[in-house]
């Protein structure tokens, strides 16, 4: 499994890239679950990473506007991110989703066509009204999507694991990798969920307030990614 840490800065950046994560992953928590950065902070924080390990770059929790979506996402291609994710939050039905997801897509390929489009679901996905995370797989496929994902919307301390259980998302993991696209799995995970991830085993685990100390509102501490990517092995 490869790690993804999503520093909020530079600074955040170091350290996550000295503590041995796989994916640094730019985004802003304090504009929600995948809320996006400055295109400013992508560039520099690509430009540390300088070839080394990937970049990606969430883009927000979105409403069904396609139009909004694709100028994001064309902003962080242009920024130099290796993987954009975007989250379906306000995306209610597949139409909806295959309709999104297929301009975001057309929008990144456009300017880079080695540049992987991340869909993102919510574990979550009753309280805050979205489309379940098992309908994503065969919209995701036909867009040309090149990893599927679950997160929480509401960062309020409960996991992915209160709201989905090890067979529903073994059976996500499943039904992505049989579309021959990669699977992250995100949402508040901790230490303690590991040895259940090792079992599940998605492609990509991400992580944020794990490597914090606990409140993602806090920085992340190089000791911390470094002992996760150690325990992961």
């Known amino acids: 499994m490869k790690l993804l840490v999503s520093p909020m800065s530079v600074e955040e950046a170091k350290a996550t890239m000295a503590g041995g994560a796989d994916i640094l992953d730019v985004k802003n928590p304090k504009e929600g679950s995948l809320g996006a950065n400055f295109p400013w902070t992508i560039r520099s924080v690509v430009d540390l990473a300088d070839g080394k390990v990937p970049v990606s770059a969430a883009i927000g929790d979105f409403d069904y506007k396609p139009g909004t979506a694709s100028l994001a996402a064309l902003g962080a291609a242009v920024s130099g991110a290796d993987y954009i994710k975007v989250g379906l939050l306000g995306i209610k039905t597949p139409e909806q989703a295959e309709d999104m997801l297929g301009k975001v897509v057309r929008s990144v390929k456009d300017f880079n066509k080695e540049t992987k489009l991340v869909a993102a679901a919510y574990a979550d996905y009753k309280r805050v009204g979205s489309i379940p995370p098992m309908d994503l797989s065969p919209v995701a496929v036909s867009c040309g999507v090149g990893v599927i994902m679950i997160d929480t919307a509401v960062k309020d301390g409960k996991t992915t694991f ?55 509102r806090d920085g992340i501490k190089e000791e911390l990614v470094r002992k996760m990517k150690a325990d992961l092995s």
């Open 162 to 216: 209160e709201f989905m259980n090890e067979s529903q998302l073994a059976e996500f993991v499943s039904a992505g990798r049989e579309s021959k696209m990669e699977v992250a799995l995100a949402g508040n995970i901790g230490f303690g969920d590991l040895e259940l991830l090792k079992r599940i085993s998605p492609d990509i685990i991400g992580v944020r307030g794990a490597v914090c100390g606990g409140d993602r």
